[in-house]
């Protein structure tokens, strides 16, 4: 089953709005707070208090990288681009800087209620994404140092189906797993040059 969009949680959350002043730009700041947003304009830069920011939606148009305390795609929060100029450049910076949704200008009351939600499930799907990628990195990262222990114990005892039997019974007698006994072994290996069973 597919996980639904959660539509709650909009009551009471902040939200940092980096846009230079305009007379369209009180209608988005009313419709925001009418959805329940507790909302801080500012410009050019996005204040300290940002970081704990539940959304930040940024001008596009005028909008550059030295605006922001954290690295392009990077955010801790969802980003909205509010874009006015359709210049491929400019898209191309939103898209660079992070943006989970769009709104398009003229500032609108409509589609903000949408983009907060759009925004806000881009960025946790992101998120999930870059932690499976970071487990599956460290998950590969363990096995290739798996390899090089076995292969280093392979060298005393001459055979690999030996070694990885021999690597997970120092894992039991360590208390540890096998991935935890593998560094050991080969970190072990890298200061004397040999392994010796230290169980």
């Not at 305390?69 to 980003?79: I, Q």
């Not at 939103?94 to 009351?109: E, F, I, N, Q």
């Not at 090089?148 to 797993?177: C, F, H």
Request: proline content about 5%.
């Amino acid at each position: 089953m597919k996980k639904q969009i959660d539509i709650a949680g909009l009551e009471g959350a902040r939200a940092i709005v980096l846009h230079p002043e305009h007379d369209r730009l009180a209608v988005l700041l009313r419709q925001l707070r009418a959805i329940g947003l507790d909302v801080e304009v500012a410009w050019p830069k996005v204040p300290a208090s940002a970081i704990t920011a539940d959304f930040v939606l940024y001008d596009t148009d005028a909008g550059h990288d030295e605006q922001f305390p954290w690295p392009a795609g990077n955010a801790p929060m969802p980003m909205i681009a509010l874009v006015g100029s359709e210049a491929p450049g400019r898209i191309e910076w939103a898209s660079r800087t992070g943006a989970d949704a769009l709104l398009v200008k003229p500032l609108a009351a409509s589609g903000v209620f949408a983009a907060l939600l759009m925004a806000r499930q881009s960025f946790e799907r992101r998120k999930a994404l870059l932690a499976e990628i970071a487990s599956l990195r460290e998950r590969l990262s363990a096995r290739q140092t798996i390899v090089r222990a076995v292969t280093i114990l392979a060298e005393k005892t001459g055979s690999q189906e030996t070694a990885y039997d021999g690597l997970r019974q120092l894992a039991m007698a360590w208390q540890t797993t096998m991935e935890d006994a593998a560094v050991e072994i080969v970190k072990h290996n890298e200061t004397t040059g040999a392994f010796r069973d230290c169980s």
